[in-house]
T-cell receptor, first 114, second 116 residues
């Protein structure tokens, strides 16, 4: 099955700086790569996603890049704000959702220092 | 609120007891997933339904776990003879599966189980 590795596990940045979180996946058949944000005591919430026919996608301060050849994808957050503090998960899925739905990374705890 | 709702939000039980969690997905979503999340980890797939049919179960789902979605709407996850290792957050998610494309999973806020 799919295996998703995510790093770093903890990332601390100054408010206003950029943050980058990286993930790698194992199955070249995977074609859908979402990023979820999870705040304390809540369920994960989708913040951005990318499909394997696109190399980069941007939504305001958030962008995701995908390198299919290297099987890795990254989340970029610019001009970080205190409300960006949370745990971020990357995930990968195969066509049709696959029998297992999404395979998640272990998460990155992003801390925005004031 | 038209999101995914889960009940109860918190459950504390003694080892050996049975517990049941309920999930109400977004109404037009035909796929429903159960995930388990332990501290410091990402969600791990347990099982999923397409309408009322349970299509796949993870090997994490031992014989003590059973899930149902009798009318293709809400779902229940029952854990029998709970063990301390069952302590986790149980997350439900739903999506509208369209053709061969994966859709966004909408998660509920989870049911946190503590087994004493």
């Amino acid at each position: 099955g799919e295996n998703v590795e995510q790093h770093p596990s903890t990332l601390s940045v100054q408010e206003g700086d950029s943050a980058v979180i990286k993930c790698t996946y194992s199955d070249s058949a995977s074609n859908y790569f979402p990023w979820y944000k999870q705040e304390l005591g809540k369920g994960p919430q989708l913040i951005i996603d990318i499909r394997s026919n696109v190399g980069e996608k941007k939504d305001q301060r958030i962008a995701v890049t995908l390198n299919k050849t290297a099987k890795h994808f990254s989340l970029h957050i610019t001009e970080t704000q205190p409300e960006d503090s949370a745990v971020y998960f990357c995930a990968a899925s195969m066509p049709g959702g696959g029998a297992d739905g999404l395979t998640f990374g272990k998460g990155t705890h992003l801390i925005i220092q004031p | 609120d038209t999101g995914v709702s889960q009940d109860p939000r918190h459950k504390i039980t003694k080892r050996g007891q049975n517990v049941t969690f309920r999930c109400d997905p977004i109404s037009e979503h035909n796929r429903l997933y159960w995930y388990r999340q332990t501290l410091g980890q990402g969600p791990e797939f347990l099982t999923y339904f397409q309408n009322e049919a349970q299509l796949e179960k993870s090997r994490l789902l031992s014989d003590r776990f059973s899930a149902e979605r009798p009318k293709g709407s809400f779902s229940t996850l029952e854990i029998q003879r709970t063990e301390q290792g069952d302590s986790a957050m149980y997350l439900c998610a739903s999506t509208a599966q369209r053709r061969s494309n994966t859709g966004e999973l909408f998660f509920g806020e989870g049911s946190r189980l503590t087994v004493l």
